[in-house]
């Protein structure tokens, strides 16, 4: 089954203790992206990357990293989250460059920093 | 990246009334993407539109692309409980990040 994986899918912390979520999709796909959605502010894009060891910055990429070692994997990763970075969290793929072809999501993470 | 609204933020409608969701750029788009959301879920891919002036179908839902490809709205007829959720569009008018509306929530009452 085609599918994006997002772990954890929730996660509680607390401020400045560097943490990771992953993301990986079976389909192949040379896109990845990572969003974060918050109340009446829609999708909006972090970071994404057109390949392996390709990334580059999205729309609010502050205060996150992320790495693109294999083509699958897309890990999103906070090295000191502050509370500004309670949200959720949605990692994409499409076939190619972003909204050109179908996007596909993973479950989403629900981050919260205390 | 590229700017887009989407109105309205909400909408209330009684089970069996119509909706309609609409999503307007000030700069020709290379094409539009719907998705759905369902409370709870994620973004899920409904259609995509690349042609001015085009008209798509799926059952009850009806997503147009403006003839000067700035504007596109996707219409559903006879709301069901099902079709509650929040309704995206995304652009990409050229750059490498697509932009996502903030969304129209409908809700369904019974």
């Known amino acids: 089954e085609a599918q994006v994986t997002q772990n954890p899918r929730y996660l509680i912390t607390v401020t400045g203790k560097k943490l990771t979520v992953t993301c990986s999709q079976n389909?192949?796909?040379?896109?990845m992206s990572w969003y974060r959605q918050d109340p009446g502010l829609g999708l909006r894009q972090i970071y994404y990357?057109?390949?392996?060891?390709?990334?580059d910055k999205g729309d609010v990429p502050e205060g996150y990293k992320v790495s693109r070692k294999e083509k699958r994997n897309f890990p999103l990763i906070l090295e000191s989250p502050s509370p500004n970075q309670t949200s959720l969290y949605f990692c994409?793929?499409?076939?190619?460059?972003?909204?050109?072809?179908?996007?596909?999501f993973g479950q989403g993470t629900r981050l919260t920093v205390v | 990246g590229q700017q887009v609204m989407q109105i309205p933020q909400y909408q209330h409608v009684q089970e069996g009334e119509d909706f309609t969701t609409y999503c307007n750029s000030s700069?020709?788009?290379?094409?539009i993407q719907w998705y759905k959301q369902r409370p709870g879920g994620h973004p899920v891919f409904l259609i995509q539109?690349?042609?001015?002036?085009e008209v798509k179908k799926q059952k009850r839902l009806t997503f147009q692309f403006g003839e000067a490809k700035k504007n596109s709205s996707l219409h559903i007829t006879a709301t069901q409980t099902t079709d509650v959720g929040t309704y995206f569009c995304?652009?990409?008018?050229?750059?490498?990040?697509?932009?996502f509306g903030r969304g129209t929530s409908l809700i369904v009452h019974p």
């Open positions: 994409a793929s499409s076939l190619s460059a972003g909204g050109r072809t179908e996007a596909f």
């Open positions: 389909m192949n796909h040379e896109y």
């Open positions: 990357s057109m390949n392996v060891e390709v990334t």
């Open positions: 700069t020709t788009l290379s094409n």
């Open positions: 539109l690349v042609k001015s002036g």
């Open positions: 995304a652009v990409s008018g050229g750059s490498y990040i697509p932009t």
